[in-house]
């Protein structure tokens, strides 16, 4: 499949740029093809005062070619995995916006920060909050961004040296009036995306920060392959419609409450069907094709920016993190979007590459968190950082990724005020206590992740997982903290 790829049609530039990623990248998997990568192979060694990039993408499921997806076109995320570390099992704490992007940031949890919907900007809801930027700012770093970082653009004020730079209003104005429409999403004028313009815009910081020399902790934030799926017409080029993967399944899993999924997203474009209808399934693959279509574009535009970071000779004092908000169901169980506590919806793409730490092409199943990215970080630029941040520094796994972790990650989605669906995920399982107000439970979920990797079968009532449901409830109700201290002992 992968041969195949690289006789399809694909962005000239975006070649030469992933040509260029994995040349810059090969120095620090050691290759010694030329003079210069080996020299700066031997200068590799973490700076005292590293810079970090902090890439985000929103909405990206791990459909990408280094995590096994069979046609995605992804070469330079590809590449910069190759660079350095994957995480086979990242989840994020609540799969949508606000909360997940609250939680990586203030490195506390939906249920301590309060942020469990797309209306509470963190300015609001833990204004005293140290986030990781601030965190970064208050230790003499410049702190800066582009893009989508947090939902509301302009949220956590403090936290930034200069405030955050992103177009959107202008363009969401002009799409609405060309027609929001789920199907048929080609653009030839890829100037009605606000992704290149806020590139655009890092590039030209990240120039000007590499000239002053100060240490800088760069936020870049896409917005594709978020709904609607726009993307150019040459990123589409890549993709035939034959050959899209189908949805694990387009039936509803068999067990499962009617509210463990929704689709709600999917109804605010002039093409969708009636309420209550399905999205026809020649629509449906069109989405699906643009979705992937999305995901490439984004691809090419993180390819320039990480060719930038090697031009500008940033590469060797600069941690780089790619990390997603969460995941999004495809039609999968017939429901579209995000908004559970579904597989699909809370696992999310993560990489890491720190100069002179991390091994080129290294790989790690260890059950890893958003929340776990900011400790991480100012672990590594040894930083300080506030004494109740909940995630756990990955530090010794970036050196050991086949250590002993996490024995689970945890995500929740709220259904309203009447229900919270808490999730637990393990190595083999994916168990959800919903509760209600009271905190009391009310329906189970658990999938075995050995048997049953799509979550087709709900199998909490089966006797035979009788133990294991007790006791993933019980780790449930005890939540993260012990989980956390069992690594730390
Ligand atoms: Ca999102």
Redesign the pocket.
């Given at each position: 499949m992968r041969l195949i790829k690289t006789s399809r049609r694909r962005p000239l530039a975006h070649i030469l740029l992933a040509s260029a990623v994995a040349f810059s990248t090969a120095s620090c998997a050691g290759a010694e093809s030329a003079d210069a990568p080996v020299a700066a192979q031997k200068a590799a060694a973490l700076p005292v005062t590293p810079n970090v990039l902090f890439i985000s993408i929103?909405?990206l499921r791990p459909d990408i070619a280094a995590y096994g997806h069979p046609v995605a076109v992804t070469p330079n995320m590809d590449a910069f995995a190759a660079s350095g570390l994957l995480f086979e099992s990242a989840y994020t704490q609540q799969a949508?916006?606000a909360p997940s992007r609250a939680a990586v940031m203030s490195g506390l949890r939906p249920d301590t920060t309060g942020i469990q919907t797309l209306q509470q900007p963190l300015d609001e809801e833990i204004p005293n909050a140290i986030t990781m930027a601030h965190a970064f700012k208050n230790a003499g770093y410049i702190t800066m961004s582009a893009g989508k970082i947090y939902h509301h653009h302009d949220d956590n004020k403090q936290a930034w040296t200069v405030p955050n730079y992103n177009v959107i209003g202008d363009i969401r104005k002009e799409r609405r009036k060309r027609g929001m429409k789920l199907s048929n999403m080609k653009l030839d004028d890829e100037s009605l995306l606000p992704d290149v313009q806020n590139l655009r815009h890092a590039q030209k910081d990240l120039k000007k920060l590499a000239a002053d020399g100060k240490p800088f902790f760069y936020a870049m934030g896409f917005h594709k392959p978020?709904l609607p799926f726009y993307a150019p017409t040459d990123a589409w080029d890549n993709y035939e419609l034959g050959e899209i993967p189908d949805p694990v399944s387009r039936v509803a899993q068999k067990g499962a409450p009617d509210y463990a999924l929704v689709a709600y997203e999917v109804d605010k474009f002039s093409d969708t069907p009636a309420k209550g209808k399905s999205i026809p399934e020649d629509v449906a693959d069109q989405m699906r094709m643009g979705y992937l279509a999305a995901v490439t574009y984004i691809d090419g535009l993180v390819g320039e920016l990480l060719a930038d970071i090697d031009a500008l000779g940033l590469a060797d004092d600069t941690i780089i993190v790619l990390w997603s908000?969460?995941g999004f169901k495809l039609g999968d169980y017939g429901k579209w979007a995000k908004h559970s506590n579904a597989e699909l919806d809370i696992r999310i793409p993560m990489m890491i590459r720190v100069p002179g730490v991390t091994t080129a092409g290294s790989r790690t199943n260890a059950l890893v968190e958003s929340v776990d990215v900011y400790p991480t970080l100012t672990d590594l630029a040894k930083i300080n950082a506030p004494d109740n941040l909940e995630g756990l520094s990955m530090v010794p796994l970036l050196t050991a990724p086949d250590r002993q972790w996490k024995e689970a990650a945890f995500a929740q989605f709220s259904r309203g005020k009447q229900r919270k669906g808490e999730t637990v995920r393990t190595k083999d399982f994916r168990y959800t206590g919903w509760v209600d107000l009271k905190g009391t439970l009310i329906f189970q979920e658990l999938y075995d992740h050995r048997t049953d990797p799509y979550e087709l079968v709900n199998v909490a009532k089966d006797i035979a997982y009788k133990a294991d449901v007790k006791r993933l409830d019980e780790m449930r109700k005890a939540g993260w903290k012990p989980v956390r201290a069992a690594v730390r002992n």
């Open positions: 929103d909405d949508v916006c978020h908000d969460h």
